[in-house]
């Protein structure tokens, strides 16, 4: 699975304007909705099966990055969006540092192997000195689409 499989560009958020962990879920979600990937009046009920899963282990890996990511009923296929934060936030990581780029992740109830296929190409790249530098310096939707593209075709990005 590659990232243009499951990730929504449209929702991307370049610039967050939420300012803890439970808003940037909030607002991440939210521009899913808005891009027409949730179902109609699903948005809360995911939203708030992220952060429950949030509260019961942070998905703040560390070096800036947090991955938060739920199964939901509600969507029938994976889907993900990007939100980046300038100004970083407190994720409650691992290493107690920042966050400044998260990737939330909403795959199928039904379907545990699209979900890992998705976690497993998230968590490959995030893994990669390269990959985790040009993904913080990305400001722009067309910045991080472009990585994403490129970390697809050249998996040792």
């Not at 909030?26 to 949030?54: P, W, Y």
């Not at 893994?127 to 689409?145: C, G």
Request: glycine share 6%; proline share 4%.
């Amino acid at each position: 699975m590659k990232f243009v499989d499951f990730v929504c560009f449209e929702a991307t958020v370049p610039e967050l304007q939420a300012t803890d962990r439970d808003g940037v879920i909030s607002e991440l979600m939210q521009s899913l909705d808005k891009a027409g990937r949730l179902g109609k009046g699903d948005c809360a009920k995911i939203t708030n099966a992220v952060i429950k899963r949030e509260k019961e282990a942070s998905t703040g890996m560390g070096k800036g990055i947090a991955v938060p990511h739920v199964k939901h009923a509600a969507v029938k296929k994976a889907v993900a969006v990007i939100g980046k934060s300038s100004a970083g936030i407190d994720f409650f990581a691992l290493d107690k540092q920042p966050v400044y780029s998260v990737i939330l992740l909403i795959s199928p109830a039904k379907n545990p192997d699209e979900h890992l296929q998705a976690m497993e190409n998230v968590f490959r790249h995030l893994q990669q000195e390269k990959f985790l530098k040009f993904l913080r310096q990305s400001s722009t939707l067309e910045q991080i689409k472009d990585l994403l593209t490129e970390a697809d075709e050249n998996p040792s990005l």
